[in-house]
Nanobody, 122 residues
Framework: QVHLVESGGGVVRPGDSVTLSCAVS????????FAWIRQVPDKDKEFVGT????????YYTGADEGRFTISRDDDRNTVFLEITNLQPEDTALYHC???????????????WGQGTQVTVSS
């Protein structure tokens, strides 16, 4: 049974930084790639970025991709997403996903977490 559990979200102020965590169990962590995807109600999911496993590499999308940093801790089976200089438009439900195929930097996701909510408000 695969479980991906996100945490770290909450209400934050514009300009702040936040680090989201994705705790993974039920798979061989080092053999999987992971991605972060965010979603606003009634809108399509938006790909944020991917981190591969061998070798470890990151891929991002969007004009503001420099504000996003994905990392992984293979000793703790945890994936992270750091967002800096948060803006109101970053408000979304952030999902962690796992997969074994990365095409053009984008993960073919097989497993999904329920997400953690980030709300940027002054």
């Amino acid at each position: 049974q695969v479980h991906l559990v996100e945490s770290g979200g909450g209400v934050v102020r514009p300009g702040d930084s936040v680090t989201l965590s994705c705790a993974v169990s039920g798979l061989t962590f080092k053999d999987w790639a992971f991605a972060w995807i965010r979603q606003v109600p009634d809108k399509d999911k938006e790909f944020v970025g991917t981190i591969t496993w061998r070798p470890i590499q990151t891929y991002y999308t969007g004009a503001d991709e420099g504000r996003f940093t994905i990392s992984r801790d293979d000793d703790r089976n945890t994936v992270f997403l750091e967002i800096t200089n948060l803006q109101p438009e970053d408000t979304a439900l952030y999902h962690c996903a796992a997969g074994r195929a990365v095409v053009a930097g984008k993960l073919h996701a097989i497993e999904w977490g329920q997400g953690t909510q980030v709300t940027v408000s002054s």
